[in-house]
T-cell receptor, first 112, second 116 residues
Framework: GNSVTQMEGPVTLSEEAFLTINCTYTATGYPSLFWYVQYPGEGLQLLLKATKADDKGSNKGFEATYRKETTSFHLEKGSVQVSDSAVYFCALSDSGNTPLVFGKGTRLSVIA | GAVVSQHPSWVICKSGTSVKIECRSLDFQATTMFWYRQFPKQSLMLMATSNEGSKATYEQGVEKDKFLINHASLTLSTLTVTSAHPEDSSFYIC????????????FGEGSRLTVL
């Protein structure tokens, strides 16, 4: 079945540091890939997505590239801020009406 | 963007009572809604898939008589936790897919249930 593996946290960085959160997946076919963010006390919000190989999703300074050859979708940001502190979830969806399959989430704490 | 609203966002109840959580898509029609459960510091676990006008499909290990799901309209799905016990305390999140869209889900804010 489909699965998503994320690097385990928590991750603690200083403000303006470079961020990478690794995500790899296992899926049949060609899934769409997503990164969701959950700020403290809130629900999930879509951060970015990519629907086919070599697509790059980007939003709020975050980027992730759909790498079919390595089955990866690593999240990166060049300079994190305290406001980026949250839990980040990598997810995939086959297509149509299938639900998302989530990774376990990675908690990021950014300190000033 | 599309909005999904859950209510209540926070509920505390006594053991043995039933609690209903509503999930509404506010500006789109959702033929399918998904209910997830999130334990502290863990990922979201899919509980069931709710299809408008038909019975929900439950994931393995989820008791359908314990977690009643009703999807009566294209904009509303409800999850009822029956005879709740402390082990049912959790964060419940619904999501909905716009019937005109594929791939992206819109999530509610979540409902935190605490059973005393």
């Amino acid at each position: 079945g489909n699965s998503v593996t994320q690097m385990e946290g928590p991750v603690t960085l200083s403000e303006e540091a470079f961020l990478t959160i690794n995500c790899t997946y296992t899926a049949t076919g060609y899934p769409s890939l997503f990164w969701y963010v959950q700020y403290p006390g809130e629900g999930l919000q879509l951060l970015l997505k990519a629907t086919k190989a070599d697509d790059k999703g980007s939003n709020k300074g975050f980027e992730a590239t759909y790498r079919k050859e390595t089955t990866s979708f690593h999240l990166e940001k060049g300079s994190v801020q305290v406001s980026d502190s949250a839990v980040y979830f990598c997810a995939l969806s086959d297509s149509g009406n299938t639900p998302l399959v989530f990774g376990k989430g990675t908690r990021l704490s950014v300190i000033a | 963007g599309a909005v999904v609203s859950q209510h209540p966002s926070w509920v505390i109840c006594k053991s043995g009572t039933s609690v209903k959580i509503e999930c509404r898509s506010l500006d789109f029609q959702a033929t399918t809604m998904f209910w997830y459960r999130q334990f502290p510091k863990q990922s979201l676990m899919l509980m069931a898939t709710s299809n408008e006008g038909s019975k929900a499909t439950y994931e393995q290990g989820v008791e359908k008589d314990k977690f009643l799901i009703n999807h009566a309209s294209l904009t509303l799905s409800t999850l009822t936790v029956t005879s709740a016990h402390p082990e049912d305390s959790s964060f419940y999140i619904c999501s909905a897919r716009d019937r005109r869209n594929t791939g992206e889900l819109f999530f509610g804010e979540g409902s935190r249930l605490t059973v005393l």
